[in-house]
């Protein structure tokens, strides 16, 4: 089994940075696509970005330009830089992980969450 633990959330000002972190409990030769989904209260779970193992990144238009993950396959950690934070972008933010490349909704493993405020 695989666990994945989120750091880095909090509250910062439209404008700000924030960077993410997850880590997953074990090195596990199965586990390709890495990243992270996001939920607001009231709207749809919505995949904010994915990277593969192999490096290939997918982001979502809404973050395009502002947000970037980086892996560490070798410790099956990555990290989300996401800088010129809007209100838009408050939401509980979960790392996730799947042993496909593509990291759908109905990824393997999902860590518990950790919430990004930005005021304005």
């Known amino acids: 089994q695989v666990q994945l633990v989120e750091s880095g959330g909090g509250l910062v000002q439209a404008g700000g940075s924030l960077r993410l972190s997850c880590a997953a409990s074990?090195?596990?030769?199965?586990?390709?696509?890495m990243g992270w989904y996001r939920q607001a209260p009231g709207k749809q779970r919505e995949r904010v970005t994915r990277?593969?193992?192999?490096?290939?990144?997918i982001y979502a238009d809404s973050v395009k330009g502002r947000f970037s993950i980086s892996r560490d396959n070798g410790k099956n950690t990555i990290h989300l830089q996401m800088n010129r934070l809007k209100p838009e972008d408050t939401a509980v933010y979960y790392c996730?992980?799947?042993?496909?490349?593509?990291?759908?909704?109905?990824?393997?493993?999902w860590g518990q969450g950790t919430q990004v405020t930005v005021s304005s």
């Open positions: 996730v992980a799947d042993d496909s490349p593509f990291l759908t909704s109905g990824a393997k493993y």
């Open positions: 074990e090195t596990g030769f199965s586990i390709n696509g």
């Open positions: 990277i593969s193992r192999s490096g290939n990144t």
